[in-house]
């Protein structure tokens, strides 16, 4: 990598595998860095990891801001005679983004090197072939009865090996490009991780009470930040998650973040989307608004579940979705200071 930025450094502690319900590894990163700036941090019985922050105006109720921790994945189904793997998505992984090659798969005893197969392309018709998670195979090299000595069942999870997963930077040198497996959320992880650093270093103090969360299993349905809403009722809740960019979008990869005004479960809070989108003027950038037609994140999951109505969703504008993503350098200072301004300004 041939960036020095500090919120890469930290993202790239970040890259362990951290599958819907197996996010342990990456919490305990997340964990020893809290503990590094001093601050305290609690689980809850789903297993978000929360750090809570005193407000300047105790009156001012409390505010959310969440990124998840965990990644999509694929999760053994069947193991075959041979020791071949049939596998499914977990999370809305799509085979043809990840393409054949090398993936790990994280036994209950070991963790086993397998090859993603997705058969002969010299098959009459394989130029146009769809290929589907029926189409793919792990090929592990192993006998049953040495899978089994490792602990791969099904339900095992696999995922990229380290060395697939980037980052890479590249383009113009001022303001480049970088590229990484999934940056969905680890780059919320960071930039809440970023927000901490500031609050503890005295550059920023908050108007309002605030839950710093790091939720669990959003992949799979949000399950993490239903249980958190329900349990610590906060006034607001704002997922700091990222913006794909589907072809009926105008979102561009230019520095600015993203914020959501509406996905396949509903709208977001109108007067949020209006405060964030003034916050993110007066540090001195600007927030892409959009909608979408299929996608829902932490804040609309736990809308529709918990029945919280003051949501809203924020982060950095991201292409090649659910693949290996590609983001602005300059966005993550983007969304660092938009939310710093809000978190100093906003009162209710």
């Known amino acids: ?15 362990v595998p951290s599958p819907p319900g197996a996010e342990g590894a990456l919490k305990d990163i997340v964990r020893a860095k809290l503990d ?13 990891l929360l750090v809570r922050v005193e407000g300047a105006n105790p009156e001012a109720g409390r505010v959310c801001l969440a990124a998840h921790l965990d990644e999509i994945a694929m999760v053994v ?13 977990l999370g809305e992984l799509l085979p043809w983004k990840l393409g054949e090659g090398p993936v790990e798969l994280h036994g209950d005893h070991s963790v086993v090197t397998a090859v993603l197969s997705m058969g002969s392309a010299h098959t009459a018709g394989s130029a146009d072939r769809l290929i589907r998670w029926e189409d793919c195979r792990l090929l592990t090299g192993l006998a049953p009865a040495e899978l089994e000595k490792a602990g791969i069942r099904p339900g095992t ?11 890479v930077v590249f383009g113009d040198a001022s303001d480049p490009l970088v590229g990484a497996w999934t940056f969905d959320d680890r780059i919320g992880v960071v930039t809440l ?18 839950v710093v969360a790091f939720t669990v299993r959003e992949e799979v349905g949000g399950h993490g930040a239903k249980a958190l809403v329900l349990r610590e009722q906060p006034e607001v809740f704002i997922a700091v998650d990222g913006s794909p960019m589907p072809p009926e979008t105008d979102l561009r990869l230019d520095g600015r973040p993203g914020i959501w005004v509406k996905d396949h479960l509903g709208p977001y809070d109108p007067g949020l989307v209006k405060a964030l989108m003034a916050a993110a003027g007066r540090a001195g950038t600007a927030l892409q608004p959009v909608v979408f037609k299929d996608a829902a994140s932490d ?3 736990a809308a529709y579940s918990a029945g919280i109505t003051r949501i809203a969703c924020v982060g950095h504008v991201r292409a090649n979705s659910h693949g290996f ?7 993550l200072d983007h969304l ?7 978190v100093s300004d906003w009162e209710g």
């Open 36 to 48: 590094d700036m001093g601050w305290a941090w609690e689980i809850d019985p789903a297993g978000n």
């Open 157 to 167: 999870f696999a995922l990229p090996v380290r060395e697939r997963r980037g980052p």
């Open 336 to 342: 660092l200071d938009t939310l710093s301004t809000f």
């Open 77 to 89: 189904t069947r193991i075959g005679p041979e020791g071949d793997l049939e596998v499914d998505r």
């Open 1 to 15: 990598m041939s960036t020095t930025h500090s919120a890469m450094a930290i993202f790239s502690d970040l890259l």
């Open 193 to 210: 991780l970023r927000l901490l650093a500031r609050i503890r270093d005295g550059k920023l103090q908050p108007a309002f009470s605030l």
């Open 325 to 331: 993503e590609v983001l602005r350098l300059s966005v």
């Open 299 to 301: 804040a609309s999951l």
